[in-house]
């Protein structure tokens, strides 16, 4: 059974929103700290063209973690499988998502993979372009097509805050260029990614990113494979093993969607052949991951039966 109506979303919602008050909002930065800790939304996108939302669905958030994903298609459409997989790992870590220990003990010393800080930096440097703007541009062409939305854009104000505080991130990228993983400058890299992280959204430009995944990298309403089919089942699989940070088997063994998450609380789901989900909910559970957010996805899962598994 498919959801009929934003009733039946927003009845969950209401059910989830106490969570809230369990978890944190990311203050690393102050334009993440702002965010209202309460705030909890939803849209669910279907191949056919409709969709329904709920919450607090008007509230815009920065993609973080979840450009991961999109960046990890890019990359692999400019450079080829083999390319991109000689240079980043296909395995989860277990480890947080900015870790840099496994760098170290890793041999070859290449990222464990893309879903990861590190494997995520690799694979932003793949993107092809002649400098940073000419490689955002392509990246934000790329999302434009995804989500049908070419109002979406890269929010300045989180983007210089995140390259003012990312130290780890650039130790992350020297540790990569000393190993010949990347060759870039480092600045420019942190400067791409900090972008693309930054980039801004709705819960339903997420969901329409969710289905174009879910419909095998066929964007519905042009009839377009954005993404190639190979590519978006890689994507999907890594959404699924490392998707949800060191929390991803037990979200899988709960919610059996592929998924990926971010710091400011967003959650992208791609139900294979049925959907997309986005959800907003910016107070975090102690690996990052949206606290309310996650359940929310708990229930929806067992209401339509859309776990995978
Ligand atoms: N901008 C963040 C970082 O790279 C994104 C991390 C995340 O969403 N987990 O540290």
Known sequence: MNCQSS?????????????????????YIPALKKAKQNDLSISIFYPDGYGFSAG??????????????????????????????????QEPT????????????????????????????????????????????????FIHAITG????????????????????????????????VIEENVEDLIDLYTKQCAIEVTCLDLAKIGCVLAMDGVEMSTGKQVIPHEIARICK????????????????????????????????????????????GPSLDEKGNSIAGVKLLEKLSKKYSLSMF
Not at 62 to 87: C, H, N, P, W
Not at 106 to 134: D, F, R, W
Request: with cysteine; charged share 20%; glycine share 8%.
């Open 237 to 280: 699989t890594f959404m699924v093993t490392c998707g949800m940070y060191n929390a991803s088997g037990e979200f899988a063994i709960k919610v059996g969607i592929p998924a990926k998450s971010g710091v400011s609380g967003g959650i992208l789901g791609a139900v294979p052949g049925k959907c997309g989900i986005g959800i907003y």
């Open 7 to 27: 009733e039946e979303l927003q009845a969950l919602v209401n059910e989830c929103r106490d969570y809230a008050k369990q978890g944190k909002v990311a203050d």
């Open 56 to 89: 607090d669905c008007q509230q815009s958030m920065t993609l973080q973690s979840i450009s991961k994903v999109i960046s990890l298609a890019l990359a692999i459409m400019d450079r080829g499988v083999d390319y991109v997989f000689e240079r980043v790992g």
């Open 149 to 180: 939305n070419d109002q979406i854009k890269v929010n300045e104000e989180v983007a210089d805050s995140e390259f003012k505080t990312a130290d780890l991130n650039r130790s992350l990228c020297y540790f990569l260029r000393q190993h010949n």
């Open 94 to 141: 277990g480890d947080p998502f900015n870790s840099v220990a496994k760098l170290e003990t890793n041999k070859p010393s290449k990222p464990l993979n893309p879903m990861i800080n590190a494997g995520a930096l690799a694979v932003t440097h793949m993107i092809k372009g002649a400098n940073v703007q000419e490689r955002l541009h392509r990246l934000m062409t």
